[in-house]
């Protein structure tokens, strides 16, 4: 099993940014497509924004589109998210993963967006 590693996340007031970082162990992580989840409390885990292998590919929830972006580093096993102009509404927990077939989920990072 891949593990994965998030850091990045932390307090930030409403229209900040904040670039999440995650690590993933073992060799064949350039061969994924790759993608980055939220989960804010009583709610379900959702997919933020999504990325091919290559990197040429790229996907985001309706929600985030314009102010996310998701990019990677195949020589680093490193996938990130850059999250611009943030909302209250964008707290959660967030955690990347493998699209398919999925790996164990990480510790997650919190991301609070509050005044």
């Known amino acids: 099993q891949v593990q994965l590693v998030e850091s990045g996340g932390g307090l930030v007031q409403p229209g900040g940014s904040l670039r999440l970082s995650c690590t993933a162990s073992g060799s064949s992580f350039r061969l994924y497509a790759m993608a980055w989840y939220r989960q804010a409390p009583g709610k379900q885990r959702e997919l933020v924004a999504e990325?091919?292998?290559?990197?040429?590919?790229?996907r985001y929830a309706d929600s985030v589109k314009g102010r996310f972006t998701i990019s990677r580093d195949n020589a680093k096993n490193t996938v990130y998210l850059q999250m611009n102009s943030l909302k209250p509404e964008d707290t959660a927990v967030y955690y990347c993963?493998?699209?398919?077939?999925?790996?164990?989920w990480g510790q997650g990072t919190q991301v609070t967006v509050s005044s």
């Open positions: 993963n493998r699209v398919y077939p999925p790996s164990n």
């Open positions: 990325i091919s292998s290559s990197g040429s590919n790229l």
